[in-house]
């Protein structure tokens, strides 16, 4: 059975002529194509060079090029309708073969896919919504894609970052897969011989963009410097705000400041083995990826109280930020850093566990279980 996906995920030419994607997502697909005869992956193809997370697809994968289209110029904006036009005609034409489909919501792409999937007449199909379901602190364009799935437009089951309870039944809640049952027995190694009776390790772990709060962060972190209980601070990532982060993270003079930019799964894994706290602190998320699998390595998290996050963080394994202001991430961090070294360890184990729940196994039995059926998948 073939599964066509489509997606805003960004991909690039490679130099040996193929092609690589944002790495996580890319992640997730290659599990699914263990269900999978064949994956069509209809996704923009970028020009420039891959950044360092981006992977490669397993075999039974294809990526089909869509037009990227948006940008600060005229021209750029102009080049949306003709974008459009292109990738209207190519999504039509993949609605119209047999098989499974999958869209992955929200993207400005979805304004034309999820209309064109309501008069296809495709008949196999799952949505998956990875922004906030709840939030309100969302872009109005993202707003109208929520409505337009929680009230059932496309007639087929959308899977959702925390279920509300007056959600209909097609909805789903799925939690975001991101480690594997083998990732975990590895990370429970590290984990055993972590210390955390001594100075402490903070990651982030995320874009350097305003909507993700390294500012606030290290705003936050900073009037800690004197005391000295932190040791670094790892920042993983990139994006608009890096020559900004560069400025403050030079005013730091006890808490060394890493700046590693995009990293590959496995350098950023030693990382979370050598980090006692993972802060995210978002205006809007789903359920983020990089929260549970730092949770896998004892990393502590500490996000925004948003969205899903509550259902799954509380002060047994973690830390809810009621607002991501700087001076709640430095009272936050401050807490923990004077806590105990069993305390911390405690909590990490509570983490470990909790990251059990978002393995890509867990997500395929359910896919199979309450999706797609286990007589429609040819192994």
Not at 291 to 319: D, F, Q
């Amino acid at each position: 059975m073939r599964l066509t996906i489509i997606s805003h995920t960004p991909h690039y030419q490679t130099s040996d002529g193929g092609v690589s994607g944002w790495g996580p997502t890319v992640r997730e697909i290659n599990h699914l194509a263990g269900l999978f005869s064949e994956i069509i992956h209809l996704a923009p193809l970028l020009e420039g060079e891959a950044p360092k997370s981006s992977l490669a697809y397993v075999a039974n994968v294809r990526h089909v090029p869509l037009r990227a289209s948006g940008g600060k110029s005229f021209l750029d904006k102009a080049g949306v309708l003709k974008a459009a036009i292109y990738n209207s005609f190519i999504i039509w034409r993949c609605y119209r073969e047999e098989g499974w489909f999958h869209l992955r919501a929200p993207a400005n792409i979805m304004f034309y896919a999820l209309p064109l999937l309501k008069f296809s007449g495709v008949k196999h199909c799952w949505i998956k919504f990875a922004g906030s379901w709840r939030d309100l602190n969302i872009p109005l364009t993202y707003r109208w894609q929520r409505h337009w799935l929680r009230n059932n437009f496309n007639s087929f089951v959308v899977t959702v970052n925390g279920r509300l309870p007056d959600d209909p039944p097609h909805v789903l809640g799925f939690e975001n897969p991101c480690l594997s049952i083998s990732e975990i027995e590895d990370a429970k190694l590290d984990f055993s011989n972590k210390d955390y009776t001594g100075k402490i390790q903070i990651c982030f772990v995320g874009q350097l963009e305003p909507g993700k709060g390294v500012m606030n962060l290290l705003e936050g972190i900073l009037p800690l410097d004197a005391e000295s209980k932190v040791h670094s601070l790892h920042v993983i990532g990139d994006g608009s705000l890096r020559g900004e982060v560069e400025a403050i993270s030079n005013l730091f003079k006890n808490i060394q400041v890493h700046l590693h930019g995009y990293l590959q799964r496995h350098e950023i894994n030693l990382i979370y083995a050598n980090s006692h706290i993972n802060i995210l602190p978002s205006e809007s998320e789903g359920f983020p990826k990089v929260i549970a699998e730092g949770a896998a390595y004892g990393a502590i998290p500490v996000v925004t109280n948003i969205s899903s996050l509550s259902e799954y963080i509380n002060n047994s394994n973690g830390r809810l930020l009621t607002s991501n202001n700087p001076e709640q991430i430095r009272k936050t961090v401050k807490e923990l850093i004077l806590m105990n070294g069993n305390e911390l360890k405690l909590m990490a184990s509570n983490a470990l566990e909790l990251s059990k729940q978002f393995t890509y196994e867990r997500y395929s039995a359910r896919i199979i279980r309450e999706i797609v059926g286990l007589e429609n998948i040819h192994l």
